[in-house]
């Protein structure tokens, strides 16, 4: 970079030249330049210098990066055996073939610099303890601060979606209770309207009672027809929000970055909420018992523990597909197998003339679109039947 204090400007434009030199990536379509971190130095020597670490909105430009290796020619000196052409000694006339070895100079290919590919758990890993250059202190706290970052997004997702269900449940126990509070005001109307019955009961005359009995017989056919009748067969269809997983994923992770675990545990879960903001304990609880992570009670209850694929499942009832009748699908087998039969005979006289001939096509078109006319409700008969068959005829 030129300069002794370079501005952000000149740092991306650097930035840039390395890139496209040692990498062989053009950056320079990418718009945004986040400036992530800085390490600013003193040296022993009095001197100061600053490393700066951008990170540049490479997915809006590359849809798959692949870094190159830098290369260079060098010359090299390389010993090979050719075969050369002398005289016989014994007899001048003649010639004979000898091997020897000689040195040549070539060109080869000299990797400078060759990209590696570590995923950002193996950078995590890595043993901060032992001393080596400062460019890779460098990668590692960058590492670390990228984490930090990934875990307070991916924690923020988390807490939207505690506080979703929270008031998916809240939500749940209102309309429960206000359905409770409906059949006890329905079941006290009942009661009302039964001793109302009973006081009309007393005044009426028995004329009126069986006729009054009648109505009710037949109110409970008609009711009983109802429940009888054929109710459409339901299935569950089963439907996982992807998206929902990916921040649980994050966190339920192996140190080489599988996921196997399938769930996380309640104490986690609660440290990660602590660290995002300034949570009370009845806060916490309140979040986490609406997912079924109720605080346990007693030092022999095991340890409750989330499993978010399950809370990530919609799980609906939907109509099953209509299957055909037995006697339906009978008289379509039927069916095909006469068709089937009457285009084989077809095929087969046209088979012994020795060829397929124009006018035994046409015949076997012109039945397939009356055979597909009659299925459709539509007449076989009429002016556009005729056209079609004069056509396929070759009439005028």
């Not at 995590?124 to 706290?141: F, K, Q």
């Not at 307070?152 to 939207?160: Q, V, Y």
């Not at 994050?250 to 986690?268: C, M, N």
């Amino acid at each position: 970079v030129d300069g002794k204090q370079p501005n952000d400007a000149a740092l991306k434009k650097a930035a840039i030249r390395h890139a496209k030199e040692m990498l062989g990536l053009d950056l320079s379509g990418c718009t945004n330049w986040l400036k992530f971190v800085e390490f600013n130095y003193s040296r022993e020597n009095g001197e100061a210098a600053r490393t700066t670490v951008f990170i540049p909105n490479v997915w809006s430009k590359f849809t798959e990066m692949e870094p190159k290796s830098q290369v260079s020619q060098e010359s090299k000196e390389v010993e090979e055996e050719i075969e050369e052409e002398v005289e016989d000694p014994e007899d001048s006339s003649k010639k004979t073939t000898i091997k020897k070895k000689v040195t040549t100079t070539k060109n080869v290919d000299k990797v400078e610099i060759k990209p590696h590919e570590m995923t950002l758990t193996a950078l995590l890993d890595y043993d901060c303890t032992r001393a080596g250059p400062e460019e890779v202190s460098e990668l590692i706290l960058t590492a670390d601060c990228f984490d930090e970052m990934l875990q307070r997004d991916f924690g923020m997702d988390l807490l939207e979606i505690l506080r979703k269900k929270k008031q998916e449940v809240d939500q749940a126990e209102a309309d429960k209770k206000r359905k409770r509070e409906e059949e006890e005001a329905a079941e006290a109307a009942k009661k009302q309207k039964l001793e109302e019955e009973e006081a009309l009961k007393k005044q009426k005359t028995e004329a009126e009672e069986k006729e009054e009995a009648a109505k009710k017989e037949e109110k409970k056919e008609e009711e009983k027809k109802e429940e009888e009748k054929e109710k459409p067969k339901m299935i569950l269809q089963h439907h996982i929000n992807q998206e929902m997983l990916v921040p649980f994923q994050y966190f339920d992770r192996t140190p080489q970055g599988a996921i196997v675990q399938g769930h996380l545990k309640r104490e986690s879960l609660e440290a990660m909420l602590y660290q995002l903001g300034d949570f009370s304990k009845r806060e916490v609880d309140d979040l986490l018992s609406a997912v079924g992570l109720a605080r346990p009670i007693g030092f022999r209850q095991p340890p409750p523990v989330l499993y978010y694929i399950k809370m990530a499942t919609t799980t609906t009832e939907v109509p099953a597909p209509e299957e055909k009748k037995e006697e339906e699908k009978k008289e379509e087998g039927e069916k095909m197998e006469e068709d089937g039969e009457e285009a084989g005979e077809e095929a087969g006289e046209a088979a012994d003339d020795g060829k397929t001939t124009e006018e035994s096509l046409n015949k076997m078109l012109l039945k397939d679109l009356r055979a597909m006319c009659v299925s459709r409700g539509l007449s076989d008969k009429g002016k556009k039947a005729e056209l079609v068959e004069r056509i396929l005829k070759g009439e005028d």
